[in-house]
Nanobody
Framework: QVQLVESGGGLVQPGGSLRLSCAAS????????MGWYRQAPGKQRELVAA???????NYADSVKGRFTISKENAKNPVYLQMNSLKPEDTAVYYC?????????WGQGTQVTVSS
């Protein structure tokens, strides 16, 4: 079973930047789509950004122009560059990888935006 591990979260001041990474325990082949989701306390998990294997991207309106999703390789499939962070971006961020019939999730990384 493939494990995904997110990293790069932490505490940052408003206006700051973070880069989230997603590493797989082994190479994942046949990836069709990847995404980043987030869940704030008391709220449902929501899609932040997604990218297909062909490079098409989709962003939540709240992060357009500030976040950039990118794909890398089978071992480190997806990144999320977050700029101009706001307190409302505070949440646990999860990476997701879809490969064939399987969907893999990471355990999440905390992002806290606060002065």
């Amino acid at each position: 079973q493939v494990q995904l591990v997110e990293s790069g979260g932490g505490l940052v001041q408003p206006g700051g930047s973070l880069r989230l990474s997603c590493a797989a325990s082994r190479s994942i082949f046949g990836i069709s789509a990847m995404g980043w989701y987030r869940q704030a306390p008391g709220k449902q998990r929501e899609l932040v950004a997604a990218i297909t294997s062909g490079g098409s991207t989709n962003y939540a309106d709240s992060v357009k122009g500030r976040f950039t999703i990118s794909k890398e390789n089978a071992k480190n499939p997806v990144y999320l560059q977050m700029n101009s962070l706001k307190p409302e971006d505070t949440a646990v961020y999860y990476c997701q990888v879809v490969a064939g019939p399987r969907t893999y999730w990471g355990q999440g990384t905390q992002v806290t935006v606060s002065s």
